[in-house]
Nanobody
Framework: QVKLVESGGGSVQAGGSLRLSCVRT????????MAWFRQAPGKEREGVAA???????NYADSVKGRFTISQDNAKNTLLLQMNSLKPEDTAVYYC??????????????????WGQGIQVTVSS
C-alpha cells in the first residue's frame, strides 16, 4: 500500500524559509513523477513543483527562483525548500505521486497518490 506523509510545515514570517518533506512507503515503481500541490482557502488546488525520476523539474511561475524541489532517494523522501516566502504562499501543501507516463506536469490526469496535507502559514 502506497503511503505519502508530509512534514515540515508551520508558521513563518514573510521572507522566511521552510522545508517540506514527504516520505513515501510501499512505492515500488521504477519511474515516477513526484509533485507538490497547494490549496489556499477559497481557491482551487494548484501545482507548485514537480520532479521526474531522471531529475527533470517543473515549477509554477509564482514560485520560480524561490522554491526548489528535490529527492533523497536513499530515504525515499521528496523535499521542497521554500525561501523568500510570501503571505500568498499560505496554503495546505500536498505531496503527490504518479507512476504513469504524463504529458503534463500538472492537471489532468490527476496524480494517483496523495498525502494528507500540511499547513504552511506566512504572515506579513
Amino acid at each position: 500500500q502506497v503511503k505519502l506523509v508530509e512534514s515540515g510545515g508551520g508558521s513563518v514570517q514573510a521572507g522566511g524559509s521552510l522545508r517540506l518533506s514527504c516520505v513515501r512507503t510501499g512505492y515500488t515503481y521504477s519511474n515516477y513523477y513526484m509533485a507538490w500541490f497547494r490549496q489556499a482557502p477559497g481557491k482551487e488546488r494548484e501545482g507548485v513543483a514537480a520532479i521526474y525520476t531522471n531529475g527533470q523539474t517543473n515549477y509554477a511561475d509564482s514560485v520560480k527562483g524561490r522554491f526548489t524541489i528535490s529527492q533523497d532517494n536513499a530515504k525515499n523522501t521528496l523535499l521542497l525548500q521554500m525561501n523568500s516566502l510570501k503571505p500568498e504562499d499560505t496554503a495546505v501543501y500536498y505531496c503527490a505521486a504518479d507512476p504513469r507516463r504524463r504529458t503534463r506536469w500538472f492537471g489532468d490526469p490527476d496524480y494517483n497518490y496523495w498525502g494528507q496535507g500540511i499547513q504552511v502559514t506566512v504572515s506579513s
